[in-house]
């Protein structure tokens, strides 16, 4: 079946530094969205991508989807303590009776030192 | 309104307990969610509804009973649990997904434990 894999599972990183986690899905996707989830919350809709090849650009954060519509990348520059959270990828499963399921990567937890 | 409620925020139960988990969403949207969620993981699909009926079941057992009463009401009906069923349970809407997936919006959720 079709596996989105998402690197690191852990990032510490000091107040300041980049940060960037990495999905990677066995099949083609249609799409891929990203959510962050807040220790303690649940999980937030940041962005969908649906191109091949697009950037987009949130403040602080980029989003990138691979050319072949199978890897995307969250890169967030000079983090800061409000980043704290666990970051997942999920592409859409689509197809049959599959329509609106999404899989989810295991999620990158991410920790900023202040 | 971009909000999906959930209640109870904490529900704590025996084995041999019958309890229900409501969310409730008002943004119009025919698509609804029941994910279970353990620490240090992602969410895993229970239960897709389109247009109030049952879509997608996710092979769950039958201790867990979803219902969906209208379009903004989505219910899990508990019964029997194991105490490995103690996670977050998050309920989840969307526009409704013909030919496309659409972002989901996340209720806080209810933190189940069972004892």
């Known amino acids: 079946g079709q596996q989105v894999m998402q690197i690191p599972q852990y990032q510490h990183v000091q107040e300041g530094e980049d940060f960037t986690t990495y999905c990677n899905s066995s099949?083609?996707?249609?799409?891929i969205q990203w959510y962050k989830q807040r220790p303690g919350g649940h999980p937030v809709f940041l962005i969908q991508?649906?191109?091949?090849?697009e950037v987009k650009k949130q403040k602080r954060l980029t989003f990138q989807f691979g050319e072949a519509k199978k890897n995307s990348s969250l890169h967030i520059t000079a983090t800061q303590t409000t980043d704290v959270g666990t970051y997942f990828c999920?592409?859409?499963?689509?197809?049959?009776?599959?329509?609106?399921?999404?899989?989810f990567g295991q999620g990158t937890i991410l920790t900023v030192h202040p | 309104d971009t909000e999906v409620t959930q209640t109870p925020k904490h529900l704590v139960m025996g084995m041999t307990n019958k309890k229900s988990l409501k969310c409730e969403q008002h943004?119009?949207?025919?698509?609804m969610y029941w994910y279970k969620q353990k620490a240090k993981k992602p969410p895993e699909l229970m239960f897709v509804?389109?247009?109030?009926?049952?879509?997608i079941n996710e092979s769950v057992p039958s201790r867990f009973s979803p219902e969906c009463p209208n379009s903004s009401l989505l219910n899990l009906h508990l019964h029997a649990l194991q105490p490995e069923d103690s996670a977050l349970y998050l309920c989840?809407?969307?526009?409704?997904?013909?030919?496309?997936?659409?972002?989901?919006?996340f209720g806080p959720g209810t933190r189940l434990t069972v004892t």
């Open positions: 991508l649906v191109k091949s090849g």
């Open positions: 509804y389109s247009y109030e009926k049952l879509s």
């Open positions: 099949t083609t996707l249609s799409n």
């Open positions: 999920a592409g859409p499963i689509v197809g049959g009776t599959s329509y609106g399921k999404l899989t």
């Open positions: 989840a809407s969307s526009q409704e997904f013909r030919g496309r997936t659409y972002e989901q919006y």
């Open positions: 943004m119009g949207h025919r698509a």
